[in-house]
């Protein structure tokens, strides 16, 4: 089974941003689609620079919630995308939902990004992997 056979079930448009979004926008496109636990990071052609998981955004949060005390939020706020950004993987409508969920279990991925020439053009959730999984038989 394909990639595009499942993708888009769940999310239609993923959560894009630029590489200088702020951690207060980032939080804000995640909370806008509570199925999605990931944002993507893309230049101004919609290419896949990074991928930004809640995991990241907690951690990055937390960590300096702990340190500095709610004073310092301001200053985790201010935090932009390129900074907290992971290496983007992908795949494409044509690759093999087993291929998806390998990336998935390897880099701990829940939402992958499925891009065509070079551009975003939606995801794949963990969900879709597995509900495509279970029909193959």
């Known amino acids: 089974m394909k990639v595009e056979e499942i993708y888009k ?3 239609v448009k993923p959560e894009l941003v630029g590489p200088d979004a702020l951690i207060s926008e980032i ?11 990931s944002v993507f990071v893309v230049d101004d052609n919609q290419a896949l620079l990074g991928i930004i998981r809640m995991e990241d955004i907690l951690n990055r949060v937390g960590a300096r919630h ?5 004073a310092r ?28 969920l390998k990336i ?13 020439d070079g551009k975003v053009v939606g ?10 999984l279970a029909s193959k038989g």
């Open 9 to 11: 079930k769940y999310t």
């Open 27 to 37: 939080i804000a496109r995640v909370a806008h689609d509570r199925g999605s636990r």
């Open 66 to 70: 702990v340190a500095r005390g709610f």
């Open 73 to 100: 939020a301001s200053d985790v706020l201010a935090t932009m995308a390129k900074h907290l950004m992971i290496e983007p993987l992908w795949v494409t409508p044509t690759d093999d939902v087993d291929d998806a």
């Open 104 to 116: 998935a279990v390897r880099f701990s991925l829940e939402d992958i990004p499925v891009v065509r």
């Open 123 to 132: 995801e794949v959730d963990c969900f879709e992997m597995l509900e495509g």
